[in-house]
């Protein structure tokens, strides 16, 4: 997988002062994008998971877990709603005018389709992501450490910045990077809403104006930007920051908020709730109904959807499998498994789409039939392993670890062992493993549009084409099923999460 | 230079929920001197501290610094303007500052050109000027220890309070920890609670002793006090090891002695010794360091447990001859156990 993103680098070897034109301002969109979006991930998660981690005020249980619901959006749905909800039509605009009585050229109106607009998107669908890991490194925290700076003196805003935040801080920017690297590999919002990044950049390139080596170039920069970011994750989880907690009083005490504070961090977790999931998804209810949406024929968008889905995460599933049965027998393979998942990860899917195709061309196939369907869940299997080998490894590693040799002992061993023991054993982390990869694969937007054949438009893949043709009424149904696939691995999610702060 | 008051609490009660955790709890910590809180675990040892200093507050009676009320029913001051000093188990130091900057977290009140001469002079009385500017994670349990007893003192306490502080020691650098640590609680004068325990640490090193069980303070006083005259047998059994015999078990000689009013009595085990008086058997020798703890046989169906120097080597079969110290026989009213 990683030589395959070699292959897309290592053609385009050729520089010229076009695409230096190009490769600068996509990067520069694409860096800016990532910045704003990820100061907006700061300051969504980072202030909410303080609060519902140390303080008890009404809905805190809800949040805790409902602020998680965004992740079930893909950012081009996300888009799609709210250019809908602010375009001059839209509801947020007319009730301004009913209220003001002014006309739509009179008053300024922030504008979706921009950098800042397409930051927006992806920081309020992928902040949870920053929020989770926020979340558990203030929890992780020990509580004495809080009770020495308070008995020290400390307001709560000093035990925030001075205490919880720089010890929390590496945790955090962990979960920031990942979320960034995400946005970056963005392709369906970015379109959507007509922003030049890299991500839409390589798309283009290969298919309106054909320019592979372009595409190349500028498929090595979004690598190079998510590998840095990948590399950044890694290296704040590191050892740094050795955290001490404490056995005794690891109990959440929370304290009581006074009722104005209260009263106000509700309305603010609610604000962020409703602006980053209920007002796009009642939105997108809301034009479904309006508009008779059922009239499309979804039948054959289910059922590519549905193929191409089963297909790509059973193959990818079993490849998760045997990654991590083989890092349970060595040390090694365990590191080369990890190395591996984490370049697929890493790689964005215009990246490895656009190397697919590079394959194809090399050898001379054209991009059809059974082929094009092979590569397009090789790319799958590349992309979304790592997505579900973290299932299995969680399972794997709650047990115990002298069960293999017990098995062993026992004169168990091979495949025997591994229908016996191994498979039921795993069969927790194998359902949340499946349901990821299958969502994973549901949700897919670049790759998937530039290597279907013919006859295999996804769901995501038509939403997509009706929003771009603003036929945004039509975009609406398959968007609300994405959406809903979308909720059931996040659910599971924020039920584990709920599970382990219960525990 | 501290404060002279000394911390009160006064007929303090804490209920969770239906388990009421300290129970019209009363107790007086001095300026200057360092009171032990000793109690088996779940007694309420560790809610008593926490209301002490503010994390919780009190369902009835009141937490006084001198005159001024800190707590009562209606009335908390928070933790942060208690100006309580804490010390756990765990140390709890700020793991991304120094140590220079975990003692000075405290002075923000002072101007920033004094808070480090502070710092330092407290960082020195510690003895930990060599490692003023390591941070946390590269310090041993003795120097995080120590860090956090100079970061509690710095900003001047009005009382400090000390949770198990030093049980999670290594022991062979336990006592000169707590050698360092108390001595400069002492120097400081502000009144000093320590939650252990360890009975042997309470009677060594503290000024006054408090007995909590079952969330009422049951008995304060010197440890020689509570030692020798406790009150209940919870108390005798919080300081040290007792035993317990029937009175018509005991020799008639003891018995002249002693003079008992009830049917049970119980004795620290040192209340007998070798030396003169009656002649007993061996049944039991264990060696456990300096003393020895032998089993003696009073009649068949009595034995006495003694803690003693024997001076040679017994064995079971060999006669000693015992006699007692009546002030370490105690009789309590009402108790069977």
Redesign the interface.
């Known amino acids: 997988m990683a030589l395959y993103t070699g292959v897309a680098a290592g053609d385009g070897a050729t520089w010229d002062h076009l695409l230096q034109n190009r490769l600068v301002p996509y990067t520069i969109t694409t860096l800016l994008t990532l910045l704003i979006a990820g100061i907006i991930m700061l300051g969504l998660a980072v202030p909410a998971a303080w609060v519902i981690s140390q303080y008890e005020f009404p809905g805190r249980e809800f949040f805790s877990w409902a602020l998680i619901l965004p992740l079930a959006m893909p950012g081009y749905v996300m888009a799609y709603a709210w250019a809908d909800l602010m375009g001059v039509a839209g509801p947020l605009q007319s009730h301004l005018r009913d209220l003001t009585g002014l006309s739509a050229r009179d008053y300024w109106f922030p504008n979706l389709f921009s950098v800042p607009g397409l930051a927006f998107v992806l920081g309020t669908t992928l902040f949870p992501y920053v929020y989770i890991t926020a979340r558990a490194a203030f929890s992780m925290q ?1 509580l ?2 809080l ?9 709560p805003l000093d035990l925030f910045w ?2 919880a935040l ?2 929390a801080l590496p945790g955090i920017l962990a979960g920031l990077c990942l979320a960034l690297m995400e946005a970056a590999a963005d392709y369906g919002a970015a379109d959507f809403l007509g922003v030049q990044t890299l991500g839409v950049g390589i798309v283009r390139s290969w298919q309106s104006f054909n320019e592979p080596n372009t595409a190349a170039r500028l498929a090595l920069m979004l690598v190079l930007i998510a590998g840095s970011l990948l590399v950044a994750a890694r290296l704040y989880q590191g050892d740094k ?8 009083w690891l109990a959440p ?1 929370r304290e009581r908020m006074s009722r104005p504070v209260a009263l106000v961090t509700t309305t603010l977790c609610a604000l962020i709730l409703v602006i980053c999931f209920i007002a796009p998804i009642t939105r997108l209810l809301w034009l479904a109904w309006e508009t008779d949406a059922r009239s499309i024929d979804l039948w054959p968008l289910l059922r590519a959807t549905l193929a191409l889905g089963a297909m790509g995460a059973g193959a990818a599933f079993v490849a998760a499998l045997i990654f991590t049965l083989a890092a349970k027998r060595s040390q090694f393979l365990r590191m080369i498994t990890r190395l591996i998942a984490a370049a697929g990860y890493a790689a964005p899917g215009a990246v490895l789409g656009l190397g697919a195709l590079f394959i194809l061309r090399e050898t001379g196939q054209a991009l059809a039939g059974p082929i094009a369907i092979t590569f397009l869940i090789w790319v799958y299997v590349s992309r979304f392993t790592s997505a579900g080998v973290e299932p299995l490894q969680a399972t794997l590693d709650r047990l115990p670890k002298n069960l293999d040799r017990a098995a062993q002992s026992l004169g168990s061993k091979g495949l025997r062992q591994f229908f016996r023991l191994d498979l039921p054993l795993l069969a927790p982390g194998a359902f949340a493993a499946g349901l990821i990869l299958f969502v994973e694969i549901l949700k897919e937007l670049p790759a998937t549009l530039m290597l279907r054949p013919f006859g295999w438009d996804t769901l995501a893949v038509k939403t997509h084409a009706y929003a771009t043709d603003e036929r945004l009424a039509q975009a609406t149904l398959p968007s609300l099923l994405i959406v809903g696939a979308g909720l059931l691995p996040v659910l599971l999610l924020s039920w584990r999460l709920g599970a382990t702060e219960r525990s | 230079m501290t404060s002279t008051h000394p911390l009160i609490a006064d007929q303090v009660t804490r209920a969770f929920g239906q388990v009421t955790a300290v129970q019209g709890a009363s107790l007086e910590l001095e300026p200057g001197k360092i009171t032990s809180l000793i109690g088996p675990s779940g007694s309420g040892k560790t809610t008593f501290l926490r209301l002490l200093a503010g994390m919780e507050r009190p369902d009835s009676g009141q937490i006084l610094s001198g005159d001024t009320v800190l707590a009562s029913a209606t009335h908390h001051v928070p933790i942060e303007k208690r100006k309580i000093g804490l010390v756990f188990q765990d140390f709890a130091l700020f793991p991304n500052m120094t140590v220079l900057q975990n003692v000075m977290f405290g002075l923000n009140a002072l101007p920033k050109a004094e808070r480090v001469g502070v710092a330092d002079s407290w960082i020195e009385r510690l003895g930990l000027a060599h490692r003023r500017d390591a941070y946390p994670h590269h310090l041993s349990g003795g120097e995080q220890q120590r860090t956090a007893i100079a970061r509690a003192l710095a900003p001047d306490p009005v009382a400090i309070l000390l949770d198990e502080p030093f049980s999670g020691l290594d022991p062979s650098m336990r006592d000169r920890v707590r050698e360092a640590s108390l001595s400069a609680i002492r120097a400081s004068r502000a009144p000093a609670l320590l939650v252990t325990h360890d009975a042997s640490e309470a009677l060594i090193h503290s000024d006054t002793i408090a007995v909590i069980d079952q969330g009422a303070i049951l008995q304060s006083g010197a440890p020689e006090t509570l030692y020798r005259q406790p009150g209940s047998l919870a108390v005798a059994r919080a300081l040290g090891p007792v035993h317990k015999i029937e009175t018509d078990q005991l020799p008639t000689d003891w018995r002249n002695t002693l003079n008992p009013k009830s049917d049970t009595l119980w004795y620290r085990p040192e209340a007998i010794s070798l030396g003169d008086g009656l002649e007993l058997t061996v049944s039991g020798s264990k060696l456990a360091g300096p003393i020895t703890e032998l089993c003696l046989n009073l009649s068949d169906a009595q034995q006495v447990y003694v803690a003693c120097q024997p001076g040679a080597p017994l064995q079971t079969g060999d006669t000693v001859k015992a006699t007692i110290n009546p002030a370490l026989f105690f009789e309590f009213a009402s108790e069977s156990t």
Do not use: D, N, Y
Request: hydrophobic share 30%; aromatic share 0%.
């Open positions: 020990s004495a450490t009770e020495a700076a308070r008995s020290l003196g400390a307001r001075r205490v720089p010890v920051g050795v955290q001490q907690t404490s056995s005794k005490r």
